[in-house]
């Protein structure tokens, strides 16, 4: 059964894209722990992330690192956080977080609201920065 990422890669789910080339995906977290929590996939279901082939995976490091550079651009903060927790969904994914303190990269903080609106707008910003 394919996963909620399989289904956003596929285009049966949407989703708020800030980034995408041929093997990776960067879209916007729906319920996010910070503003601009990006989620970043590989295109390939594979569960967990350390079950990659050593190039295929770092090259989605190094896709991802392009995310955080735009990330950071469109969304002010001290750093991006990255996090890799693997458990909520069975498809490898990155997430980054703008971040100004430690606790921004909590998990178990209550989540942000955001409108349509707002997730169109940080999703183009990010986009915008993207190279």
């Given at each position: 059964?394919?996963?909620?990422?399989?289904?956003?890669?596929?285009?049966?789910?949407?989703?708020?894209k800030?980034a995408?080339?041929?093997d990776?995906?960067?879209?916007?977290?729906l319920?996010?722990?910070?503003?601009?929590?990006?989620?970043?996939?590989?295109?390939?279901?594979?569960?967990y992330?350390?079950?990659?082939e050593?190039?295929?995976?770092?090259?989605?490091?190094?896709?991802?690192?392009?995310?955080?550079?735009?990330?950071?651009?469109?969304?002010p903060?001290?750093?991006?956080?990255?996090?890799?927790?693997?458990?909520?969904?069975?498809?490898?994914h990155?997430?980054?977080?703008?971040?100004?303190r430690i606790?921004?990269?909590?998990?178990v903080?209550?989540?942000?609201?955001?409108?349509?609106?707002?997730?169109?707008?940080?999703?183009?910003?990010?986009?915008?920065?993207?190279?």
């Amino acid at each position: 059964m394919p996963t909620i990422f399989s289904k956003i890669i596929s285009g049966e789910i949407q989703c708020y894209k800030v980034a995408e080339n041929e093997d990776f995906l960067a879209f916007l977290d729906l319920s996010p722990v910070a503003r601009g929590h990006t989620l970043v996939i590989p295109k390939v279901e594979t569960d967990y992330i350390f079950d990659m082939e050593d190039q295929a995976l770092a090259d989605f490091h190094v896709f991802a690192k392009k995310v955080s550079i735009a990330l950071k651009k469109a969304v002010p903060c001290k750093r991006i956080g990255v996090a890799v927790v693997g458990l909520e969904v069975p498809h490898a994914h990155i997430h980054l977080i703008p971040m100004n303190r430690i606790g921004d990269l909590s998990f178990v903080s209550e989540r942000l609201k955001l409108s349509p609106h707002e997730f169109k707008k940080i999703a183009g910003s990010i986009a915008d920065s993207f190279q």
